[in-house]
């Protein structure tokens, strides 16, 4: 896998400033009027209900690359879909650097779903209790954004189910330390971590190092373009290189 587990962590943690500009505000709304142990308990629901949704959507990408790796059997696919994804990851980085719409037209995409999904949405917000919360983080993980399409591109690039789903729960891991820690905050009467503008650039040089180093292993794991890797011509392809770490 080109893109590792500890990658898609670190790339979850950094993006927590993009994430919080878009969902800070969700995992506040959610968490107000909390008291006692559910102060605690509904942020970390929400936040478990958002990476359940993450970790089904990188299983079904990584099952469709899977399947177009095995149906076509081209190496040249999967160097694609790791260029695609690199490119993805380079977009969103020169984004945050200087304050660029990004993948807006991608986002853009997504809200037409979240259209169809958002009275579903409204009345999960309103339930009550632990299954509340939890079913809220369900729908809350469709929300569009642009640094989650990347990790599910990277997801259909890992060409194995189990793997793309990994990488997302990953990725969903590290961000939920700020979304938790935002909502604990809301709960509480707080402010929650604040601005962090500061914090921009920083993560938008390490998400266009990420794209630069996906790039460059795309030719390592997808070195043939029509022919198998390291395999006599006329000879079928093997998918092993797609489904390993």
């Known amino acids: 896998m080109n893109l590792t587990l500890a990658a898609a962590f670190l ?30 308990l509904g942020p970390v629901l929400n936040s478990a209900g958002r990476v359940t949704t993450y970790v089904l959507g990188g299983a079904l990408v990584g099952a469709l690359g899977w399947g177009l790796l095995e149906l076509l059997g081209v190496p040249a696919l999967g160097r694609g879909l790791m260029w695609f994804t690199a490119a993805l990851f380079v977009i969103m ?14 986002e853009r995409g997504g809200a037409r779903l979240w259209r169809h999904l958002a009275p579903l949405a409204r009345r999960s917000f309103l339930l009550r209790g632990p299954l509340g919360a939890y079913a809220a983080g369900l729908v809350w993980g469709w929300l569009p954004c642009g640094l989650v399409y990347t990790m599910l591109a990277a997801a259909a690039a890992s060409g194995s189910p189990l793997h793309g789903a990994a990488l997302m729960a ?26 962090r503008a500061w914090l921009r650039r920083p993560v938008g040089a390490l998400l266009v190092l990420v794209g630069v180093w996906t790039a460059l292993g795309a030719g390592a794991v997808f070195p043939g373009a029509g022919q198998g890797l390291g395999e006599p011509a006329g000879q079928p392809p093997s998918t092993a290189a797609y489904s390993g770490f």
Not at 11 to 39: D, E, F, K, P, Y
Not at 93 to 106: A, C, Q
Not at 170 to 195: D, H, K, N, P, R
């Open 11 to 40: 790339v979850g943690l950094a993006g927590s400033v993009h994430c919080l500009g878009m969902c800070g505000g969700i995992s506040a709304a959610l968490s107000m009027g909390t008291a006692g142990r559910h102060r605690v």
């Open 170 to 195: 990953s990725f969903g891991l590290g961000t939920s330390l700020a979304m938790a820690t935002t909502g604990y905050a809301a709960g509480s009467g707080g402010a929650g971590l604040g601005q």
């Open 93 to 106: 980085g020169v984004s945050m650097l200087f304050r660029l719409p990004g993948l807006l037209w991608l």
